[in-house]
Nanobody, 121 residues
Framework: QVQLFETGGGSVQAGESLRLSCATGILRYAPYCMAWFRQSPGKEREEVAQ???????TYADSVMGRFTISQDNAKITTFLQMNSLKDEDTAMYYC???????????????WGQGTQVTVSS
């Protein structure tokens, strides 16, 4: 079973940047798809970015051009670089791993505990 560990959350001012990291703890295989989701209080969890094994990336419209998902060469760590942060980016951010990429939670088998990102203006 793959365990995921997120780090890098924090509190920043609007316009600033943060970089989230997600590491697979017990690496038995490199998941085909890694994704970042976020959830704000009272809202459903939404996917913000995903990266396939071949490096293909997909982003939610709300973060396009501001967020970048990437991986290290060994595909052990997945990153989410978040630039030009806005108040509405405030949420708990989760990384997820699955055998295929999709925009819904059910596609992903493994999840981290989440890391809080708070953006204030």
């Amino acid at each position: 079973q793959v365990q995921l560990f997120e780090t890098g959350g924090g509190s920043v001012q609007a316009g600033e940047s943060l970089r989230l990291s997600c590491a697979t703890g017990i690496l038995r295989y490199a998941p085909y798809c890694m994704a970042w989701f976020r959830q704000s209080p009272g809202k459903e969890r939404e996917e913000v970015a995903q990266i396939e094994f071949d490096g293909t990336t997909t982003y939610a419209d709300s973060v396009m051009g501001r967020f970048t998902i990437s991986q290290d060469n060994a595909k052990i760590t997945t990153f989410l670089q978040m630039n030009s942060l806005k108040d509405e980016d405030t949420a708990m951010y989760y990384c997820a791993a699955g055998s295929y990429c999709a925009r819904f939670e059910g596609a992903y088998n493994y999840w981290g505990q989440g890391t809080q990102v708070t953006v204030s203006s």
